[in-house]
């Protein structure tokens, strides 16, 4: 590990000086990726640096030892102790920041919530978990900015669409897509019965133009006028917007805003979005696009995770992670789930490498 820190060193210096390269200056794409990674070597030897020390300081005390005098060489051997106490626990650690990093780390976040079973109870409940991630990114001051909503009729979303801006949004909303399970007693249930409903929730890392070019050539832009709850027209003006990516056949739609322009352009950044998301999941091999295979058909049986409302209970199933705390939970406090699914993450990386590591 002391090559590979000493290697990580001689890199965050090659790093620094590319950084004050005018081409790379001159050219975003560049200068952004060359910032990423010099932030990333910083945050490894933020461990690794004390590691290297340790492992110099008990080099030294080991060659010392064999000539040191009696009180000397107890004094020694006090330290030998301590620093071999103290180095797995910097070498695990330094073995965590040195897996490969998720490329959308540092991205900005689409999240798209859809009421799935249950009809307008789904729908109430796709709004609870839009509450739930709007108070998520208020307590990490991250901003939201609202791209689009279709409204059910007892004030629930059938659809919605936010964008979440944040330097650490990706990486701790990453793990959010799929189905989401409810359970309890719904607004028109008479007779207190728990009932069962779903919404899923899809996670896009938000493209810049630099990350995914679209020619207006590939694209059909169709117009027409917004309409809210039961189709009734909201608009006297062909303000919303319909965008269709002909190459792939991904259809945008916008309607929330009162120009057409700016409905267009919120349109183009989450087409932009799942049309990276698409060439993503191509370079990894998967057999389906991320964001099918995170909702799924949005049955209640794919669910990630089940919020049950009569026990004060969230399950995420993914871990096996129990909490009773739901009201806090949809509240916005979900970092401990967030924290243990992170864990989860490295954990599986690292046996992964394990595995690849073994003759």
Do not use: C
């Not at 004050?20 to 640096?49: F, H, T, Y």
């Not at 976040?109 to 208020?138: K, P, Q, S, T, W």
């Not at 936010?162 to 897509?177: P, V, Y």
Request: no cysteine; net charge negative.
């Amino acid at each position: 590990m002391k090559e590979q820190i000493s290697n990580l060193e001689k890199e965050q210096e090659e790093a620094e000086k590319e950084l004050s390269d005018p081409e790379v200056i001159g050219d975003p794409s560049l200068l952004e990726k060359a910032g990423k990674r010099l932030k990333e070597i910083g945050e490894i030897l933020e461990v690794g640096k004390p590691l290297k020390a340790m492992y110099d300081d008990l080099e030294a005390a080991k060659e010392l030892l064999d000539i040191a005098s009696d009180d000397d060489r107890q004094q020694l051997r006090k330290e030998i102790e301590d620093l071999e106490s103290k180095i797995p626990d910097f070498e695990e650690q330094l073995r965590f920041r040195l897996l490969p990093s998720d490329p959308n780390d540092g991205k900005n976040v689409i999240l798209e919530i859809r009421g799935a079973e249950g009809g307008e109870e789904a729908n109430l409940f796709a709004r609870d978990l839009h509450d739930m991630y709007v108070a998520l990114a208020g307590l990490h001051k991250w901003k939201v900015e609202p791209l689009g909503a279709q409204e059910g009729g007892m004030g629930g979303y059938s659809a919605v669409s936010i964008l979440i801006s944040g330097s650490s949004a990706w990486t701790r909303l990453k793990h959010e897509g799929g189905v989401h399970r409810v359970q309890r007693v719904p607004v028109t249930e008479s007779q207190g019965r728990v009932h069962t409903s779903s919404a899923t929730v899809s996670v896009l890392p938000e493209a810049q133009e630099v990350d995914i070019e679209i020619s207006d050539n590939e694209l059909q832009v169709d117009v027409y006028r917004s309409s809210g709850p039961g189709g009734q027209s909201v608009n006297t003006t062909d303000s919303a917007v319909r965008i269709t990516h002909l190459p792939t056949g991904l259809v945008v739609s916008m309607q929330d805003e009162k120009s057409q322009l700016q409905n267009k352009a919120k349109a183009l950044r989450v087409l932009r979005s799942r049309l990276m998301q698409n060439e993503q999941d191509k370079l990894q091999a998967e057999a389906s696009a991320a964001r099918k295979g995170q909702v799924g058909t949005g049955g209640r049986s794919e669910k990630i995770r089940t919020y049950n409302f009569k026990e004060n209970r969230v399950t995420d199933h993914r871990i096996g992670l129990t909490l009773h705390k739901l009201e806090r939970i949809l509240t916005g406090d979900l970092d401990e789930v967030i924290d243990e699914l992170l864990t989860n993450e490295r954990s599986q990386q690292l046996i992964e490498r394990a595995g690849t590591d073994s003759p």
